[in-house]
């Protein structure tokens, strides 16, 4: 939309949302790198977007028990962990403030609208999406307030449904998009957010841990990253590769919320 308006062209882009809002299935606090909201709002800043956190340290441990660990120097630590720049945010908020922007460039937003199915041209070609029927009831059947899907064409249709969407299987399988490509790695995350004794707080830390509760055999890691108002993002990964049939990711989380409580 910024480059139609510089090139005084007239363009139609929209946004198909399932969520009831833009931002309410994004439930991430990460680590933000702002290097791309630089290149296209250099002035975010002054737009009010919901960076408030710098980073101002980071600490990577290797835990080894529940009362022992080494903090790793930083030479040893890859440059992709170093967050010098970078920004302790809620992605929620971030993605709101994004669809304010979006439409103030005039973008339409729908949101409350899932795609269902996609559109394909007679060349096999993608050309656009359907969205889901609305108003049926638990069976399938149409109630009073049934409305049928939309269809919308488009010129280029970007898919944005995550790692597991219905449609981006559907398309990964059509055109083979997974040939010749290294396959897929999957974890599964646990997130909780903390309001901790402001003595305790330290606002713009970003601590990542490698090793316990996880056993050798099992990759992954947890995190805490300390955002505004005495809050502290908690989390553990556990990458899909374990070879323990009984080991429940949702367990380890919770043995680290003793300890660290």
Same mark, same amino acid.
């Given at each position: ?15 198909? %949302? ?45 835990? #080894? ?5 080494? =903090? ?10 170093? #967050?010098?720049? #970078? ?20 973008? %339409? ?11 394909? #041209?007679?060349?096999? &070609? ?16 149409? =109630?009073? &307030? ?14 944005? %449904? ?80 374990? &070879? ?18």
């Amino acid at each position: 939309m910024q480059l139609a308006q510089e090139k005084q062209q007239e363009l139609m882009v929209c946004v198909v %949302e399932k969520g009831s809002e833009v931002g309410a299935h994004i439930l991430s606090g990460a680590v933000f790198e702002p290097r791309a909201l630089n290149e296209l709002f250099p002035d975010w800043k002054e737009k009010g977007a919901p960076l408030q956190t710098q980073v101002t340290g980071d600490d990577i441990y290797l835990l #080894n028990s529940e009362s022992n660990g080494i =903090k790793l120097p930083g030479f040893s630590v890859p440059k992709t962990m170093h #967050n010098d720049g #970078n920004y302790i945010v809620s992605m929620g908020n971030v993605c709101r403030w994004l669809a304010e922007q979006a439409e103030q460039l005039g973008v %339409e937003i729908f949101p409350g609208f899932p795609a269902q199915s996609v559109i394909y #041209n007679d060349d096999g &070609s993608v050309g656009g999406i359907i969205t889901g029927d609305m108003g049926l009831d638990a069976e399938g059947n149409e =109630k009073d &307030s049934f409305m049928p899907g939309m269809e919308l064409r488009a010129k280029y249709t970007v898919f944005a %449904e995550g790692c597991r969407g219905h449609l981006g299987k559907e398309l990964i399988s059509k055109y083979a998009l997974d040939a010749d490509a290294s396959p897929q790695h999957y974890g599964l995350g646990f997130k909780e957010i903390w309001d901790i004794d402001p003595a305790k707080h330290q606002e713009g830390l970003v601590v990542h841990t490698a090793g316990w509760p996880l056993d050798k055999d099992t990759t992954g890691g947890g995190y805490l990253y300390h955002a505004e108002n005495n809050q502290v993002f908690v989390g553990l990964i556990v990458d899909l590769n374990y &070879s323990n049939p009984h080991l429940s990711p949702f367990d380890e989380f919770g043995v680290i919320n003793i300890i660290l409580k």
